[in-house]
């Protein structure tokens, strides 16, 4: 949908056009509030991936994203979505939904500026206001940042470092927001190769056509979609230190017994997800997790776990497995709330 110029190839689409476009996008998505999203539980995928590459979905979210999820998630796709902060802010749910479809969110500024033409402070203030605005509606702080129309310099480039953002252009240009067809879209991401990011937008029909095609030509060469390194930019595998960390208190200091564990979220489906919990400090240990009703925590491993009378207070020990034991917990509608580590004693 908004222009965004890559290569030495640039467009002179009047300023003023994009604007009007932009606008229009805008006012948009905020007169259409919430977006319902249906997603099924789809396992992550087994298949083996000789390399990664990183899908990415700029100026969201829209009035599309609901479609837009629904596909990906069919797909079985993960990707990381450039959300620009007003439209986070008029369309909170939406956002919500991102996450809760297992999509990495990530900054694109407040409302799509051309920021090198920004003093510092105002690139600043730009980048911290989309920041608290994807936190709070997501509970996830961004990691990443994409400057609109990939224009960037030293001064923005540092700024959004500060805010401890790395920047991510791309490699390849879907060429989408120009009018590209299916075809020629999915002939742009046939381009892609390990570790490289590809451009595509929020909000357009032939992009979301794209899409089975596209994971049928990176299925073909053995490239899954995974996540972008904020150390390094490139695309990698989805799992490991999730760039997602939900809100709540993911770590618990030491108690009485000396043991630390902290929590993790590998796994993010739209019904439920994973925790892995790793401890610190004790060979043996007991750890206690909550889960807030209506969740429910229906499969745990590598630890021995019992419950008390509510079913919703797990007292997991050491069986032996090590120290990092995981669990399933079904969202049952409650698609927020993350487990709560009571405490962790050493036995
Ligand atoms: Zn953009």
């Not at 606008?23 to 948009?28: D, I, N």
């Not at 992009?207 to 030509?217: F, S």
């Not at 790793?278 to 745990?300: D, E, L, R």
Request: glycine share 10%; hydrophobic share 35%; with cysteine.
């Amino acid at each position: 949908m908004i222009a965004s110029f890559g290569g030495s190839g640039r467009l002179s689409t009047p300023r003023a056009a994009r604007l009007t476009v932009r606008l229009a996008v805008l006012a948009t998505t905020v007169a259409l509030g919430a977006v319902g999203v249906a997603v099924s539980a789809t396992p992550s995928s087994a298949a083996a991936c000789n390399g990664y590459v990183g899908l990415t979905f700029d100026d969201g979210p829209t009035g599309n994203t609901g479609a837009l999820l629904s596909v990906l998630r069919a797909n079985n796709v993960r990707a990381t979505m450039f959300n620009v902060g007003q439209n986070v802010q008029g369309n909170q749910s939406a956002a919500r939904a991102q996450v809760d479809a297992g999509m990495w969110v990530a900054n694109h500024s407040w409302n799509h500026s051309h920021m090198t033409s920004m003093s510092q402070s105002q690139m600043q203030s730009d980048l911290s206001q989309t920041n608290s605005a994807i936190q709070s509606a997501t509970g996830v702080r961004p990691q990443l940042f994409r400057p609109p129309y990939g224009e960037t310099n030293s001064t923005l480039q540092s700024v959004a470092s500060s805010l401890g953002l790395r920047q991510v252009i791309w490699d390849v240009d879907s060429q989408d927001w120009n009018g590209a067809s299916v075809s020629q879209i999915v002939s742009n991401a046939g381009r892609l190769q390990a570790g490289q990011v590809i451009l595509m937008h929020d909000g357009i029909q032939n992009t979301r056509d794209a899409i089975p095609q596209i994971m049928a030509n990176l299925n073909s060469r053995s490239l899954c979609p995974g996540m972008i390194s904020p150390s390094t930019g490139r695309a990698v595998a989805p799992d490991g230190t999730p760039t997602t960390p939900p809100t709540g208190t993911p770590t618990t200091p030491p108690t009485g017994g000396g043991c630390t564990a902290a929590a993790t979220y590998p796994n993010i489906w739209g019904d439920r997800y994973n925790t892995s919990v790793t401890v610190q400090g004790a060979g043996n240990w007991t750890v206690v997790v909550a889960v807030t009703a209506p969740q429910k925590i229906t499969t745990t491993w590598n630890g021995t776990a019992s419950w008390d009378s509510s079913g919703y207070v797990m007292t997991m020990r050491s069986n032996g497995s090590g120290n990092t034991f995981g669990f399933t917990t079904m969202m049952n509608g409650n698609s927020g709330a993350r487990p709560q580590i009571r405490s962790c004693t050493a036995s």
